[in-house]
């Protein structure tokens, strides 16, 4: 029973390149919420998503960023031309229904030169 | 705008001690507050949690205590073992209606057991 999954683990980009960040839920799992955790600060919500819709965008940043969770494979965060800034873990969590507990996976942790 | 204060930043305790750490929330719209261990390396896991209907919640060595008036809750870890040194956050969401999925999560206690 594999928990929520998330790749690369680690992912180092130059400044200008982009960035996607996969995740896959827990099997039954259908929600898919991704969080970004900066160096000595808690998590902060960026998206949620269901299947082919974005429930609540609120968290992420306007410009450069993306996400995305088809009908068949994993859910995808982008970051277009990332900066310095973007270095952060990304953690996605995924659960079987908006108000039920939400399962964090491993993270992928973003480094930008 | 930090909408949950956690603190201490840092913790060291002795093995055998009590571990206590602090959270105050401000959206009164909050009634699920969750704990959440993390290790280097890993992602958050959920440790405990507890709704406002109760006062005190107790799994194992672990227990949260809630004070709805003054908008705090706390985590105790009895008995603290080297194996229980990790990054605690607390957590808080509504529970039903707009914006119930979205955790607003403290900024962490880093907690060291030395034997």
């Known amino acids: 029973n594999a928990g929520v999954m998330q790749n690369p683990r680690h992912l180092v980009r130059r400044r200008g390149q982009e960035a996607r960040l996969r995740c896959s839920p827990m099997?039954?799992?259908?929600?898919v919420y991704w969080y970004r955790q900066l160096p000595e600060e808690g998590l902060k919500f960026m998206v949620y998503?269901?299947?082919?819709?974005?429930?609540?965008e609120s968290g992420m940043p306007k410009e450069r960023f993306s996400a995305e969770f088809p009908k068949e494979g994993p859910s995808i965060l982008r970051i277009q031309q990332v900066v310095r800034g973007d270095s952060a873990a990304y953690f996605c969590?995924?659960?079987?229904?908006?108000?039920?507990?939400?399962?964090f996976g491993p993270g992928t942790r973003l480094t930008v030169l | 705008q930090q909408q949950v204060k956690q603190s201490p930043q840092s913790l060291i305790v002795q093995k055998g001690g009590i571990s206590i750490i602090n959270c105050a929330y401000e959206?009164?719209?909050?009634?699920?507050f969750p704990w959440y261990q993390q290790f280097p390396g890993k992602g958050p896991a959920l440790l405990i949690a507890?709704?406002?209907?109760?006062s005190e919640k107790k799994e194992g060595r672990f227990t949260i205590s809630f004070n709805k008036s003054a908008k705090q809750f706390s985590l105790h870890i009895m008995d603290s073992q080297p194996g229980d040194s990790a990054t605690y956050f607390c957590?808080?969401?509504?529970?039903?209606?707009?914006?119930?999925?979205?955790?607003?999560f403290g900024k962490g206690t880093k907690l060291s057991v030395i034997p």
């Open positions: 969590a995924s659960s079987r229904v908006a108000d039920n507990e939400q399962f």
């Open positions: 099997k039954g799992h259908s929600h």
């Open positions: 998503l269901q299947k082919e819709n974005i429930i609540d």
């Open positions: 959206n009164t719209a909050f009634d699920y």
């Open positions: 507890i709704r406002p209907d109760v």
């Open positions: 957590a808080a969401r509504p529970l039903g209606g707009a914006g119930s999925y979205q955790l607003t």
